[in-house]
């Protein structure tokens, strides 16, 4: 099959994919969207949302349709790197024996992922950017797909632990989920106050994603839209030639090189998605906010001015 019929399978694929999500999910068009295609790009992503507003539910939900391994692990103060790669037992032979953690699934969702000691979180940062893990001095791969979702709760920041910038610049996208509209909120209650429950179909299989990741990776990328997302990122640096007004005003820390590689892969699988065979510009200002604004590091006067690490993107954007 070739790359053209390739990619608008993908696209038929997306389609019918979305559709078995909304039998379970209501609305939150953006928040599915920008899921599935950290899963296509091969990265992670980081959903924040204040509880309830059904992150589980949608994980869950995605990895029926994908047909993959989901688990999910409630990170909590007392968690161990042990509890969620695994540890070697001695079985009834006498000899030490290997036995997996929840880490080793497609799907993993790091439920709360701030509420437990940087000695865990590392052990999953580890993960997610080796796709391996190494217990006593033996190193397991783990199965592709492979596809970190962590959650955090904005709001009680009492007794966590929050990532630092360079764990954080892990994860390709931060998702924010945000609350229904009214009209959607009506349709949550009514269907879940509600006899009726919906079954989801499985619409791909793990080496079809594969396939699809291998395709991505393959679109070409025309010169400017290359200059164009390595730019946009120096200009939250700054000491850079592209830094301006804004940036040395409001902005203490910007976004690294993964910023750049990040923008650049997530405007190949939006071109895709919308029926281009390569990016544009566009492509690249579709998915800039969930890819920059975990990388900003905004300082107390743009906090003082209300300046949020969206508006500055959004400006970045336009000057």
């Known amino acids: 099959m070739s790359d053209v019929q390739l990619a608008n399978r993908l696209v038929e694929d997306y389609r019918i994919l979305k559709s078995e999500i909304h039998k379970i999910i209501v609305g939150q068009d953006e928040v599915i969207d920008q899921v599935l295609m950290s899963i296509f790009s091969k990265g992670h992503a980081l959903l924040v949302g204040v509880p309830g507003l059904a992150k589980?539910?949608?994980?869950?939900?995605?990895?029926?349709?994908?047909?993959?391994?989901?688990?999910?692990?409630?990170?909590?103060?007392?968690?161990?790197?042990?509890?969620?790669?695994?540890?070697?037992?001695?079985?009834?032979?006498?000899?030490f024996k290997f036995v997996k953690g929840p880490l080793f699934a497609n799907i993993i969702l790091a439920d709360e992922i701030n509420r437990t000691p940087p000695k865990t979180q590392s052990a999953l940062l580890e993960a997610m950017q080796e796709k391996s893990i190494t217990a006593a001095g033996q190193t397991y791969k783990l199965p592709l797909p492979f596809f970190v979702l962590a959650t955090q709760n904005p709001i009680e920041q009492e007794g966590t632990y929050p990532l630092p910038e360079a764990q954080l610049d892990r994860f390709m996208f931060n998702v924010w989920v945000d609350y229904p509209s009214y009209q959607e909120e009506l349709s949550i209650v009514?269907?879940?106050?509600?006899?009726?429950?919906?079954?989801?179909?499985?619409?791909?299989?793990?080496?079809?994603?594969?396939?699809?990741?291998?395709?991505?990776?393959?679109?070409?990328?025309?010169?400017?839209?290359?200059?164009?997302?390595?730019?946009?990122?120096g200009k939250t640096r700054e000491n850079s030639e592209f830094a301006g007004k804004l940036t040395k005003e409001f902005i203490s820390w910007g976004a690294g090189p993964r910023a750049s590689q990040y923008l650049i892969i997530g405007a190949k699988v939006n071109s895709v998605l919308n029926g281009k065979y390569s990016p544009d510009i566009e492509d690249?200002?579709?998915?800039?906010?969930?890819?920059?604004?975990?990388?900003?590091?905004?300082?107390?006067?743009?906090?003082?001015?209300?300046?949020?690490?969206?508006?500055?993107?959004?400006?970045?954007?336009?000057?």
């Open 190 to 233: 009514k269907s879940t106050t509600s006899e009726q429950i919906q079954e989801v179909n499985q619409v791909l299989n793990a080496s079809q994603i594969l396939e699809y990741q291998d395709l991505i990776r393959r679109i070409p990328v025309p010169d400017n839209v290359l200059e164009y997302a390595v730019k946009l990122c």
């Open 56 to 95: 589980t539910l949608l994980v869950n939900t995605i990895s029926q349709t994908l047909g993959l391994h989901f688990q999910r692990i409630q990170f909590t103060p007392d968690l161990m790197p042990s509890d969620i790669i695994g540890s070697e037992i001695l079985d009834e032979n006498r000899q």
């Open 284 to 319: 690249v200002k579709a998915i800039a906010k969930p890819v920059l604004r975990h990388r900003i590091v905004r300082n107390y006067k743009a906090e003082a001015e209300g300046y949020s690490i969206d508006k500055i993107i959004e400006e970045l954007m336009n000057s």
